[in-house]
């Protein structure tokens, strides 16, 4: 497998939604996670070697993706961007961990040197859009043997629709939101057909306070 290992990690709403509306910050809802849950996230953290949001969370959330709550190391931060469009005062150039952006040919030479002068890596991969099927073999090369991948809907879609993904833990938040247009775990165009879904087998599902944590393997 000239990959790495890919694991999706999300904190969801019983109906499914990662934010209380479109555009608002995860952090909100995960303001409800108690410390002990802070752990099992953190300690998934610490045992990969990478860490994937998309830009859309950097800019919404500024999120450090360190490892706090556990004993462990900072995996190294990665973030698909096709215009390398991050910004520079973001937490993910703290000097905590390396920070890779992945970016496209149509992204702006003077934000690609930018992020460079941050102390980011940057990987092209694709021509208009971040293209995963030349960026996961990049990254494996780099030594990203794990990957964690800690959402937005649209990045989800991607690793499921590619079949990229291995391993899916869900945090289950027990709140409702509702809202047709609030964004869910996995967003995109959908499979529209049975033949073509991802499935999954359950591997455990425990209780931490009130929340449940399934874990998923999917079936290749």
């Known amino acids: 497998m000239n990959r790495p290992y890919v694991i999706i990690v999300s904190e969801v709403t019983i109906d499914g939604k990662l934010t209380l509306y479109r555009g608002a910050s995860s952090k909100e809802l995960m303001s409800l996670m108690t410390k002990e849950v802070y752990c099992y ?17 950097v800019r919404t959330d500024d999120p450090s993706l360190t490892v706090r709550y556990v004993e462990g190391k900072n995996p190294v931060r990665i973030i698909p961007c096709s215009t390398a469009n991050v910004p ?48 996961l073999p990049e990254l494996y090369q780099r030594g990203i043997k794990k990957l964690m991948v800690e959402g937005g809907s649209s990045i989800n879609w991607e690793f499921v629709k590619n079949r990229y993904v291995d391993e899916i833990k869900i945090i289950h938040l027990p709140v409702i939101v509702g809202g047709e247009n609030v964004p869910t775990f996995v967003g995109g165009e959908g499979f529209k057909s049975l033949t073509k879904v991802l499935k999954l087998k359950i591997q455990k599902f425990f209780q931490i306070d009130d929340f449940l944590i399934s874990e998923w393997k999917v079936q290749k």
């Open 41 to 57: 996230l953190h300690s998934i953290r610490a045992e990969v070697d990478g860490i994937m949001v998309g830009c859309e969370t």
């Open 88 to 135: 520079y005062n973001a937490n993910i150039f703290s000097k905590d961990a390396p920070t890779i952006i992945a970016t496209t040919q149509r992204a702006p030479k003077e934000k690609i040197e930018k992020l460079k002068e941050l102390g980011a890596e940057v990987i092209i991969a694709g021509e208009e859009l971040v293209d995963f099927g030349l960026l």
